[in-house]
Structure formats: structure tokens, C-alpha cells
């Protein structure tokens, strides 16, 4: 483990991200916000759930005290959740950035996201924690725009890596 492949990861995370968000982006309200049992839930849900994991894991790290998780009706429309969503980009970036190579063993206590237990995790497996998160999350994201008729993209790391 090393810091820069924290980096890379993150990097390619975030264009990941940013690919899917383009998809996103070409569904009408209706599609957009379209209840199903998949899941989270609508493509909204599943982007809001993303974002509030993120942040959850984000406080976490930098060993903050946790806020409440991210609901739906937080974001009045998607130009919200991309503005919060662009926002914590930019503090996760600023952390990796930060990173150390001795510091990705460092254990980080915490609790859990009901509150009621102590947990402790080094912190390259928090790190690889928001990534694989993210990775199954936008999985599922575009298997339902693909469902709803909407455009869908690769995101695969070799992909990222040809770029």
C-alpha cells in the first residue's frame, strides 16, 4: 500500500464519477426520479446514497464528529447534489493529496452508522472502503439508466488508464 495509489484510485474514482454524471444528466425528471425496488432506489436515491456515504466515510477520516446521513429530499434538484457532490470532491482530494505512505496504517476509531458501536479500521482500508462503494454504486446507477432507456458508459480503470 502506498499513498500514490490512493491517488490514482481516487482519481480514477472521481472520473468515474463524472462519467456516470453525464448519463445522469440526459434523464428527464420523471426518469430521474423514477421509484424502484433495486437497491436504494431511484437513480436520484442511489446518487444521494452514494454522496451521504461518501461524506459519512469522509467525517471519518478526518476523524470529525459524523453527520447525519444524506436523504433524498436534502437536494431540491440535481444542480444541488452536483454542487454538495463537487464540494466533498474537493475534500477528499485535498486528504489523498495530503497523504502519507506511514499514515495509511494508522487505525481511526469510530461509530457505526446507527451510533450504537465502536469501530476501528486503518485508514487505507477506509479509503479502499469509498472506492469499492463507489465502484458497486455506480454499477447499479447505470444498470437502471440503462433500464429506463438512458445512455450508458464504461468506467472501467483500464478505460481511465487509456485516457
Given at each position: 500500500m502506498n499513498a500514490e495509489y490512493f491517488r490514482?484510485?481516487?482519481?480514477?474514482?472521481?472520473?468515474?464519477?463524472?462519467?456516470?454524471?453525464?448519463?445522469?444528466?440526459q434523464l428527464d425528471n420523471e426518469q430521474y426520479h423514477r421509484p424502484h425496488n433495486y437497491s436504494v432506489g431511484s437513480v436520484h436515491e442511489q446518487i444521494v446514497h452514494t454522496y451521504g456515504a461518501e461524506r459519512l466515510w469522509l467525517h471519518r477520516v478526518l476523524?470529525?464528529?459524523?453527520m447525519p446521513f444524506a436523504a433524498p429530499d436534502d437536494f431540491a434538484d440535481r444542480a444541488a447534489l452536483r454542487a454538495a457532490m463537487d464540494a466533498q470532491e474537493k475534500q477528499w482530494r485535498e486528504v489523498?493529496?495530503?497523504?502519507?505512505?506511514?499514515?495509511?496504517?494508522?487505525?481511526?476509531?469510530?461509530?457505526?452508522?446507527?451510533?450504537?458501536?465502536r469501530r476501528e479500521s486503518p485508514?487505507?482500508?477506509?479509503?479502499?472502503?469509498?472506492?469499492?462503494?463507489?465502484?458497486?454504486?455506480?454499477?447499479?446507477t447505470l444498470a437502471l439508466i440503462h433500464e429506463l432507456g438512458g445512455p450508458?458508459?464504461?468506467?472501467?480503470?483500464?478505460?481511465?488508464?487509456?485516457?
Open positions: 490514482t484510485m481516487f482519481d480514477y474514482h472521481y472520473w468515474a464519477h463524472h462519467k456516470v454524471w453525464t448519463c445522469v444528466m476523524q470529525q464528529p459524523p489523498v493529496a495530503g497523504l502519507e505512505d506511514a499514515r495509511l496504517s494508522q487505525v481511526i476509531e469510530y461509530t457505526s452508522i446507527h451510533g450504537n458501536m485508514l487505507w482500508m477506509m479509503l479502499a472502503q469509498v472506492l469499492n462503494h463507489g465502484t458497486d454504486h455506480r454499477a447499479q450508458t458508459v464504461e468506467q472501467d480503470l483500464i478505460i481511465y488508464s487509456w485516457e
